[in-house]
């Protein structure tokens, strides 16, 4: 598929083998989409250790995006490469998606 098929709206899909999820380290909040994903069991793989688990996928998460691994509440941290990335907005509950709608980047967290 190339690049302006993306664009027009088709969804990515990987091959039936591979997971839907990476995540960068153990301990992090978040898993970045490697397809896009529809709500349901999905499968992620730690990139760091090679463990590969389950996750209950509550929204639509496009290619790129994050899901939730954990519940995370108002205002917490959100931990991505071992690292502080964000801070969120509001309540997310494991499975839902992490975008700019809910989650502040940590970089600019002080500037409004």
């Known amino acids: 598929?190339?690049?302006?098929?993306?664009?027009?709206g088709e969804q990515i899909w990987a091959t039936a083998s591979a997971p839907q999820f990476l995540i960068h380290h153990e301990g992090d909040d978040v898993a970045v989409a490697v397809q896009d994903v529809d709500p349901g069991e999905?499968?992620?793989v730690?990139?760091?250790s090679n463990r590969a688990v389950t996750v209950r996928v509550a929204d639509v998460i496009p290619?790129?995006?994050k899901v939730a691994l954990v519940d995370l509440g108002e205002g917490d941290e959100v931990i991505e490469?071992?690292?502080r990335i964000g801070v969120t907005r509001q309540p997310i509950r494991a499975g839902q998606h992490v975008h700019v709608h809910n989650i502040?980047?940590?970089?600019w967290q002080n500037s409004m």
Not at 1 to 8: G, H, I, K, L, Y
Not at 104 to 107: F, I, V
């Open 104 to 107: 502040r980047s940590a970089r």
């Open 81 to 83: 490469y071992s690292v």
């Open 63 to 65: 290619l790129g995006h």
């Open 42 to 44: 999905g499968e992620a």
């Open 46 to 48: 730690y990139m760091d």
């Open 1 to 8: 598929m190339s690049q302006n098929e993306a664009q027009a």
